[in-house]
């Protein structure tokens, strides 16, 4: 049974940093394009970025690019979202997603993704 578990949030003030983790069982992660989403009440969720089984590489979208950073640890099956320079608007619930079909090309749209983890809260503010 695929299973993705989220955890890291909180709060912090603008111009801080938080990791999130994403423990993923039930599959091996390596194989499987990944994503991190985050999504605000009354808002459509969105993606933040990507990350490709094949190599690794990984793809952002322009509001976070050079701010946050995406890897995994194949050995323990997780992968991670390192955030700096937060500023209020990357608030929101943030959620881990895996795509069901291996070796895929990773992209920031939710239909590729089947799975989901329950969300962990990022909250920026003074």
Not at 63 to 82: H, P, T
Not at 90 to 100: F, L, M, P, Q, V
Request: glycine residues 12%.
């Amino acid at each position: 049974q695929v299973q993705l578990a989220e955890s890291g949030g909180g709060s912090v003030q603008p111009g801080g940093s938080l990791r999130l983790s994403c423990a993923a069982s039930g599959f091996t992660l390596e194989y499987y394009s990944m994503g991190w989403f985050r999504q605000v009440p009354g808002k459509e969720r969105e993606g933040v970025g990507c990350l490709n089984s094949v190599d690794g590489t990984t793809i952002y979208v322009d509001s976070v690019k050079g701010r946050f950073n995406i890897s995994r640890d194949n050995a323990k099956n997780m992968l991670y979202l390192e955030m700096n320079s937060l500023k209020p608007e990357d608030t929101g619930i943030y959620y881990c997603a895996a795509d069901r079909l291996r070796y895929r090309r990773c992209v920031t749209l939710r239909p590729q993704y089947d799975y989901w983890g329950q969300g962990t809260q990022v909250t920026v503010s003074s």
